[in-house]
Nanobody, 129 residues
Framework: QVTLVESGGGALQAGGSLRLSCEVFGRTFSNYAVSWFRQGPRNERDFVAGISRSGGRTSYADSVKGRFTISRNSALNAVSLQMNSLEPEDTAVYYC??????????????????????WGQGTQVTVSS
C-alpha cells in the first residue's frame, strides 16, 4: 500500500490552466502505474489520464486529449497533470490512483477504477464560464 496526496486544485475561469500533483509515499514509486480519475455531477469516477510504471506510455480520455498532459518525476515520487484550456465540463473532484505491478514489462494503463487499490483524497477543480 502507498499513500497518495493530491494538490493543485482550485477555481478558475474557462480557458485557464491548472497543474495537479500527486505525491506517492510509502513504497517503491517505480512499481506503480498511476492514473487520474475525476468525479463530477453524475457521480461516476471517470478515467482522465494515466502513465505506465516506466513513464514510457501514457493514455488520455478523448475529452482531454490535446489539453491535458500527464508526467511522472521519479526524483520527487510524483505524478503531475497539466490541464490547459479548461472548460466548465472539466469541473469535478480529481483523484490520483496507483496500481502496483512488479512486472517491469508491464506498460498497461487501466482506464477502469477497479484495478487501482490506492487512492488519494481528491482535489476539487471548478471551472466557470
Amino acid at each position: 500500500q502507498v499513500t497518495l496526496v493530491e494538490s493543485g486544485g482550485g477555481a478558475l475561469q474557462a480557458g485557464g490552466s491548472l497543474r495537479l500533483s500527486c505525491e506517492v509515499f510509502g513504497r517503491t514509486f517505480s512499481n506503480y502505474a498511476v492514473s487520474w480519475f475525476r468525479q463530477g455531477p453524475r457521480n461516476e469516477r471517470d478515467f482522465v489520464a494515466g502513465i505506465s510504471r516506466s513513464g514510457g506510455r501514457t493514455s488520455y480520455a478523448d475529452s482531454v486529449k490535446g489539453r491535458f498532459t500527464i508526467s511522472r518525476n521519479s526524483a520527487l515520487n510524483a505524478v503531475s497533470l497539466q490541464m490547459n484550456s479548461l472548460e466548465p465540463e472539466d469541473t469535478a473532484v480529481y483523484y490520483c490512483a496507483a496500481r502496483f505491478t512488479l512486472d517491469s514489462s508491464d506498460h498497461s494503463i487501466d482506464t477502469s477504477p477497479s484495478p487501482y487499490n490506492n487512492w488519494g483524497q481528491g482535489t476539487q477543480v471548478t471551472v466557470s464560464s
